[in-house]
């Protein structure tokens, strides 16, 4: 096949999956300055997720807290990697920061941009959270936020993980697992 037909149709692959926004969304009605957040970039987050998916409103009522990681930038090719940086918040109230690092091994090439939310089950889970060293194996799996689909999830370990894409393209088969890091404000 010519190289110019394979650059095209690679081009079109990657534009089909970046999301289309036009920056008004008519349905929205979560604002960033209503949510429970002091960032601007967690707040957005938040709303972001809520007007996805309305039901997610139960896991921050009843979560005893959460992590917000607004933008989370991942890529690879054979050998990939994640980081993001976000803020951690019990019962509302920010707490500190933290950092998400993965190491991913495995069958993959390219690159995508997804905030991530954390949420806590309890304080024991918050605390495990906040020691510095926690880590979710390469069998924890995160819910890709959709309209609905927050009424299926629930708490595995004492935490619910929820995804939002913001962009890119990442084909992959690979195992790999989250660390984060946490400092107190």
């Known amino acids: 096949m ?3 037909v394979i650059i095209t149709l690679l081009s079109s692959l990657l534009l089909m ?17 209503d949510q429970p957040a002091s960032g601007q970039a967690a707040a957005e987050t938040i709303a972001a997720f809520k007007n996805k998916d309305p039901g997610i409103k139960v896991f921050f009522d009843k979560a005893h807290g ?14 990939g990697g994640a980081y993001g940086k976000g ?3 019990e019962r509302g109230k920010l707490l500190g ?36 060293n926690f880590a979710f194996s390469a069998q924890a799996s995160a819910v890709a936020i ?29 195992v790999g697992g989250q660390k984060f890091s946490y400092t107190a404000k």
Request: glycine share 12%; aromatic share 12%; net charge neutral.
């Open 146 to 174: 959709t309209a609905g689909a927050s009424a299926d999830a629930d708490y595995n370990n004492g935490v619910a993980i929820f995804t939002l894409a913001k962009g890119g393209l990442m084909y992959e088969a690979s």
């Open 97 to 132: 920061t933290s950092s998400l690092s993965q190491l991913t091994i495995g069958f993959q090439l390219g690159g995508q941009a997804y905030s991530e939310i954390i949420f806590f089950k309890d304080k024991a889970t918050l605390d495990q959270f906040k020691s510095g």
């Open 66 to 79: 959460y992590a917000v990681f607004p933008t989370v930038g991942k890529g690879g090719m054979g050998i």
């Open 87 to 89: 803020e951690v918040y």
């Open 17 to 33: 999956q970046l999301p289309a926004h036009a920056g008004w969304n008519p349905l929205a009605s979560e604002k960033a300055a």
């Open 2 to 4: 010519p190289r110019k």
